[in-house]
């Protein structure tokens, strides 16, 4: 029900105006993104790096409309990537992008051509692309695209999620050698013919569809927060004999960061999701959607009156 809630708030201008306007809004955003600008982006990279943290950089923004839209984003793209080349940041992040942000509503052949040029970009900067996966809707068009980028860049990455009742035999489509998939749960509002409902259901989708991976030639990449799913990673990393350098564990910016310093220590690879731009409201709903009690931090802010 919250999360339901909390789903329908992300489409409200006007709850978007009031969360815009509030004094504290400022103080909580900073916890889940590193800010507006490339410059933000490279400084928390480099803190994360110095901490032994990977990141992979996401400069917010979906629902582009014009080819202009679409060509700023893929830019502002080829500027990051430029810049952590530059920092001598490029060992420690990669980008994640969605086709949605480069015109793929409009014209698929666009936001691919986009895509490709920040391929290009991070190949020549020594790095890597992650597609991120969104509604649906665009999951088909997304696992195209991304099969014929990998035609030329074969360490693109995909993101499938376990909330989908067709990402099991994805992840076997997908679980072959080189192959980068990114699992996470989800948070985009699915109808219930294409999409588990209950909490228990997609946890343990997000388990086989986690076997099929580790049990697979390919790099699994399990983004969670949840410490169940966490241990279960480490138990079948083990089963699978799988070494530090053959997978990896995903969080985002400003949640449990303890928990990835810990599994750093516990010498896993982890890579923390970094959004940043100005469009963080849709970005900051979903994370709340996505993981509730997240919920209290937010509306203790927003009480707040420091």
């Known amino acids: 029900m919250l999360r339901s ?52 950089l996401d400069f917010l923004g979906e629902d582009t409309l014009t080819p202009e839209q679409a060509s700023a984003t893929r830019d502002e793209y080829l500027t990051l990537l430029a810049a952590l080349a530059e920092a001598g940041l490029t060992g420690a992040a990669e980008v994640s992008v969605k086709l949605s942000a480069l015109g793929q509503a409009f014209d698929e052949d666009l936001a691919e051509a986009n895509a490709r040029a920040i391929c290009a970009a991070a190949a020549e900067a020594g790095t890597t692309v992650t597609l991120d996966m969104e509604d649906h809707t665009t999951t088909d068009s997304t696992l195209s695209v991304l099969n014929r980028l990998r035609k030329d860049y074969p360490g693109t990455g995909a993101v499938l999620q376990s909330y989908l009742r067709r990402t099991e035999q994805d992840c076997r489509e997908l679980a072959t050698a080189g192959s980068r998939v990114r699992l996470c749960k989800g948070a985009y509002s699915e109808p219930e013919h294409v999409a588990y409902q209950s909490a228990l ?67 896993y690879q982890v890579r923390v999701y970094v959004p940043y731009g100005t469009e963080w409201y849709g970005y900051l709903m979903r994370r709340l959607a996505e993981r509730p009690a997240n919920m209290m931090f937010f509306a203790r802010a927003l009480a707040s009156k420091k």
């Open 5 to 56: 809630v909390i789903l329908a708030a992300s489409r409200s201008g006007k709850v978007e105006k009031f969360v815009g306007s509030a004094p504290v809004s400022r103080d909580v955003v900073k916890r889940f993104v590193a800010g507006t600008g490339t410059p933000d982006a490279l400084r928390v990279t480099r803190e994360l790096a110095d901490q032994g943290l990977r990141s992979t």
């Open 201 to 267: 259901d997609v946890d343990k989708s997000y388990v086989r569809c986690m076997n099929v991976l580790m049990a697979g030639q390919g790099y699994p990449m399990l983004a969670t927060h949840d410490p169940r799913l966490i241990a279960i990673g480490e138990d079948r990393a083990r089963w699978f004999d799988r070494g530090p350098g053959e997978f990896e564990f995903q969080l985002l910016y400003g949640v449990r960061p303890e928990e990835q310093r810990r599994l750093v220590r516990e010498g």
